[in-house]
């Protein structure tokens, strides 16, 4: 994992996908400008293994959220244009289940509601680099 000061980043790999974890609510700290980590993205991506031909990417706040820095958004989706296949992107910060397009034609942000909302998702990740979600309300 990455940690850079008190912005904690994290990664990993699990098959052939990459996972990665970051903090974008601009509104926590101080100094916010740094989150999201445009940096840490870029050197992150020169050591993503040439057998990961996935990536998935979770953050607390999802582009265009009230918490996400919109200074950042252009670098934000050039470098992840740069990952292998991001498939998709998950937040929590608003509570709620949804799915958003913040940018045209890019991934969606799959929104999570808080556990007393009793609804989540379940993704499986395909060897062909799909992906299928289902929304489960308990």
């Not at 100094?31 to 990417?57: R, Y």
Request: glycine letters at 6%.
């Amino acid at each position: 994992f990455g940690c850079n000061g008190i912005h904690l980043i994290l990664r990993w790999f699990f098959s052939r996908t990459h996972f990665l974890i970051l903090n974008t609510n601009g509104l926590e700290f101080r100094d916010a400008h740094e989150t999201p980590n445009i940096e840490f993205m870029k050197q992150n991506l020169a050591g993503v293994p040439d057998s990961v031909c996935q990536t998935v990417v979770a953050m607390h706040a999802a582009p265009l959220s009230d918490q996400f820095k919109l200074d950042y958004i252009a670098d934000y989706n050039e470098v992840l244009k740069q990952y292998p296949n991001l498939l998709f992107g998950i937040s929590g910060h608003e509570h709620r289940q949804s799915v958003r397009y913040p940018q045209e034609g890019g991934v969606p942000y799959y929104l999570v509601a808080c556990a007393e909302k009793e609804t989540y998702y379940i993704f499986t990740l395909n060897d062909d680099g799909t992906y299928e979600c289902e929304e489960v309300q308990v």
